[in-house]
């Protein structure tokens, strides 16, 4: 595999594609001040097992109200590092972690926070869109009940709110009391952002949101996306570099478990200093 | 074969072959599945045509007395109390026990050589022949428990309830557990993702999702227990009671248990009686299976996946 110097002058291998750099929509400038990052990860490895060791030495930060993306080849511990954030992890036996994340300066493996208060605030989207066989309404609701004691009126309208925040009232105000299995794919996932997005999460995570879905469902997740970010941060993982590049404020690349760069989505397109990046985001493995 | 280049969908000699092939081996399947058709029904049908006559109003109502069969008045009213008395004493015990447990082995325990060992040992006891669990019923439920609680040293109600328990109980496990393994792991993240815990999302959407199964698994653990006559003969029922009592720690002959005395005994009249015995028994079990069908398909339009 022949090397190139880290800088973007184009001197690509015959074949090998950017992502049309044009699509970035982030103005993010370079440096990240200290009082930005909402979520920072310090010195984190990850073993899923004894012997099996799935993230290696990351550090990272993520800034308030805005997108980062981890990309990265399928198997290199993004999706990993994700889970780590609401340690959903931990539902996996054996699996061990050492260092930090802190969260709006709360370390969320400090031995006084129970990941179950901690999974309120750090909502999740997955990768296959995953409504509850129940109703719509139910489905945003249950969320709702489980933490707060509201009334009808009350939960009917932040069923509602939660329900525009994700562009999905006016499809599915009519029929709030039908199953949600029957929404369209796109649907479901913009029922599972409401669903998250009801109980007011700092941060929300979402696993390759798009990749069960057709193009003008991605694009309506991606829009929605980028208002979203007003109220929360968003780390996604994608597979998809022209999604990170379209959606994303920062960039995070990992490779083997190892975080390679992280930087302005801009900076990791157009001039990332690892060659290892420059590879992956040019479609040469992966 | 044609010259000119036109498909001609004809069989050939291997196509012919093959398909000779073919329908020899069909014929060896509707062989063997005739076999067991045909004998099922015949059996079905020799059943009920020598059952069904017998089954006149004293067969339901009366019980049974040496005086009553030769005087063709003997019915089964006691064993059907009896069945009924022990059955529902076996669900209540077996029932939250077990489906208890596998719950607590399928979403608790955690991972080890010992659940692993836990689980391959429950598996493998839902096959041990029900004559084992007689021998343990009568060492453990007959005996200690006569020695240590001053319970009857004999057969009783509740002696046999708790030794169908045992019997029944790895049925009802494995049952359960398979039954949450249908719950697909997407619909837990997504309760465990927005802060449920885990028993709240067990309690709001994996037993809703898993009830079906769990149910199915507890009707036909039921109609097994229905049918169990070896441990029952074992820990030592009664043929008859001159004065039937009921109540746990009574004892008497359930109606399995008094089929296979009747038709042990060579008089024409209690022959006859067994089979009315074994009819009732049969359509017992079947109205069992079909409530399985019925509950697994009702509760699971209710679920909208």
Redesign the interface.
């Known amino acids: 595999m022949s090397t190139t110097t880290g800088s973007s002058d184009g001197a690509t291998a015959p074949g090998a594609r950017r992502p049309p750099t044009a699509a970035i929509h982030s103005t993010e400038p370079l440096p990240l001040q200290p009082e930005e990052v909402a979520i920072h990860i310090q010195d984190l490895q990850f073993y899923y097992d004894q012997d099996a060791q799935a993230l290696w030495d990351i550090d990272l930060e993520c800034p308030r109200h805005r997108i980062t993306a981890l990309i990265g080849p399928s198997g290199c511990g993004k999706s990993t590092l994700l889970r780590c954030l609401n340690r959903m992890n931990e539902l996996i036996d054996g699996t061990r972690y050492e260092g930090h994340i802190f969260l709006e300066g709360t370390d969320l493996y400090g031995t006084e926070v129970d990941p179950v208060a901690l999974r309120r605030h750090v909502g999740m989207v997955f990768q296959k869109p995953n409504p509850f066989p129940k109703s719509v309404y139910e489905n945003v609701a249950y969320g709702l009940r489980l933490h707060q004691k509201l009334t009808k009126k009350e939960l009917d309208e932040r069923v509602q709110w939660a329900l525009e925040k994700a562009h999905l009232w006016d499809e599915v105000k009519d029929r709030l009391d039908d199953a949600a299995t029957g929404l369209s794919g796109g649907q479901q996932q913009r029922l599972c952002i409401a669903r998250a997005l009801a109980v007011e999460p700092k941060v929300l995570l979402m696993d390759e949101p798009c990749s069960a879905l057709d193009p003008v469902a991605t694009q309506k997740i991606e829009d929605l996306m980028l208002e979203l970010k007003k109220d929360v941060t968003i780390v996604i993982v994608t597979h998809s570099m022209s999604q990170a590049a379209r959606v994303s404020d920062r960039t995070a690349f990992l490779y083997k478990g190892k975080l390679i760069e992280a930087g302005p989505t801009r900076q990791i397109f157009e001039a990332p200093r690892e060659d290892l990046t420059e590879q992956y985001i040019t479609g040469r493995f992966g | 074969m044609s010259g000119d280049g036109a498909l001609l969908f004809t069989a050939d000699a291997d196509l012919h072959r093959r398909r000779r092939t073919e329908r020899r081996w069909k014929a060896v399947l509707l062989v063997g599945a005739s076999f067991s058709i045909v004998g099922l029904a015949v059996l079905i049908v020799r059943m009920l045509a020598d059952g069904v006559p017998h089954m006149n109003l004293d067969f339901w109502s009366e019980s049974y007395s040496p005086s009553g069969i030769r005087g063709r008045t003997a019915g089964i009213f006691d064993a059907l109390v009896s069945s009924i008395l022990v059955l529902g004493m076996t669900m209540v015990i077996a029932v939250p026990v077990g489906t208890a447990a596998g719950i607590y082995l399928y979403e608790y325990a955690?991972?080890s050589r010992l659940t692993d060992w836990i689980r391959a040992t429950v598996s493998n006891l839902a096959g041990v022949p029900s004559v084992v669990y007689g021998l343990l019923g009568l060492a453990i439920f007959v005996r200690l428990f006569a020695d240590t609680f001053g319970m009857p040293r004999q057969g009783t109600y509740l002696a046999a309830a708790l030794t169908l328990a045992v019997l029944i109980l790895p049925i009802l496990i494995v049952a359960t557990e398979e039954a949450l393994k249908t719950v697909?792991a997407?619909?837990r993240?997504?309760?465990?993702?927005?802060?449920?815990?885990k028993w709240?999302t067990i309690r709001?959407?994996v037993l809703p999702?898993a009830l079906p199964g769990i149910l199915t698994g507890q009707i036909l653990a039921l109609s097994r227990a229905a049918g169990e006559t070896a441990p029952l003969l074992i820990i030592g029922l009664p043929t008859y009671q001159v004065f039937q009592t009921y109540g746990p720690l009574a004892t008497g002959t359930p109606l399995q248990v008094r089929a296979y005395y009747l038709a042990s005994d060579a008089r024409q009249e209690a022959i006859d009686l067994a089979a009315g015995a074994i009819v009732v028994l049969l359509l017992a079990t079947l109205a069992l299976n079909l409530l399985a069908i019925f509950l697994r398909d009702r509760l699971q339009n209710r679920?909208?996946?």
């Open positions: 955690h991972k697909p997407t619909v993240h997504a309760s465990l993702g927005l802060g449920a815990t709240q709001h959407h999702y679920i909208r996946w």
